[in-house]
């Protein structure tokens, strides 16, 4: 029966990792922290693996970084916890000697409330709100091989973009331990997603020669779901997650079609959880 779990587990994941998606909103992994009152969660992890197209391609030369995300969650009260998550990551040279590169981060914060339930309080429901800001940036160089530049070689046009929004969720998830020694957990999140503007800068020879701003007014809407483990009994543990990304709604626009919509997008990451009020115990 296990085998057979376990299996279902990775061809599923390996079926989300096949799924195609582009996009200037890059999500990042749900936070599902699991404690009680007085207690005190910190998690850092990495995302090696991502179905957005930028971020798939790994560089002949230059630097590659895979996205790192992280949060702390605290519980005052019972019932009651706040969170703090930021995550960003960097694509460097996509093709040798040309220095293209992607690059977003974006920070959260959010309230949420838990109950734990089941014999034992192996259980655990919780919901949280929140809001945050996020950024993307997109660096573009192209050679004109046929055009001598005046200042010799080739004419250098470069274009980047950059999108400013700020997003709102509403997420639910479940965990439970069936041992002291293991928690699985399934979650969902809704998140809208408001952009501020399109900002556009074009130049050439180093040149700038044109600079554009493109307001928006349509929000965009996703669903974010998928499932989370942990194993580890004291104050670390380790931590996958695989986490599946559709766009609800997202606006297009006619001269760049696809710069705001995101197809379904799937992020493998892997990280570390630490509990400093379980550090005595093994």
């Not at 942990?230 to 931590?239: E, I, K, N, P, S």
Request: aromatic share 12%; glycine share 10%; net charge positive.
């Amino acid at each position: 029966m296990k085998s057979r779990f376990f299996s279902l587990l990775l061809c599923l994941g390996a079926g989300l990792l096949a799924l195609p998606g582009c996009g200037v909103y890059i999500p990042h992994a749900v936070p599902t922290p699991v404690l009680t009152a007085g207690q005190l969660e910190v998690k850092v992890a990495v995302a090696p693996l991502m179905s957005v197209s930028t971020a798939t391609m790994k560089p002949k030369s230059g630097p590659w970084v895979p996205a790192t995300e992280g949060y702390v969650a605290f519980s005052p009260v019972n019932h009651l916890f706040g969170v703090v998550a930021a995550g960003g990551n960097f694509i460097g040279p996509l093709k040798a000697n040309v220095p293209n590169y992607y690059r977003e981060r974006q920070a959260d914060i959010g309230l949420g409330y838990y109950r734990p339930f089941g014999t034992q309080n192996r259980g655990y429901v919780a919901g949280t709100i929140g809001m945050g800001r996020g950024r993307f940036d997109e660096g573009t160089l192209e050679n004109y091989s046929s055009v001598i530049s005046i200042y010799g070689g080739q004419i250098a046009d470069y274009q980047r973009k950059r999108v400013r929004y700020q997003r709102s969720y509403v997420q639910g998830h479940i965990a439970w331990k069936p041992n002291d020694w293991t928690t699985t957990c399934a979650f969902g999140r809704v998140t809208r997603v408001d952009f501020d503007d399109i900002t556009e800068d074009r130049s050439r020879d180093g040149i700038s020669w044109r600079t554009e701003s493109i307001p928006i007014s349509d929000a965009a809407w996703y669903f974010e779901t998928g499932w989370s483990a942990r194993l580890g009994r004291g104050a670390w543990q380790g931590a996958v997650e695989m986490m599946w990304s559709a766009a609800l709604y997202a606006q297009k626009k006619d001269w760049h079609p696809t710069l705001l919509y995101s197809n379904n997008m799937s992020i493998l990451t892997l990280g570390v959880i630490y509990r400093p009020q379980l550090f005595s115990r093994l």
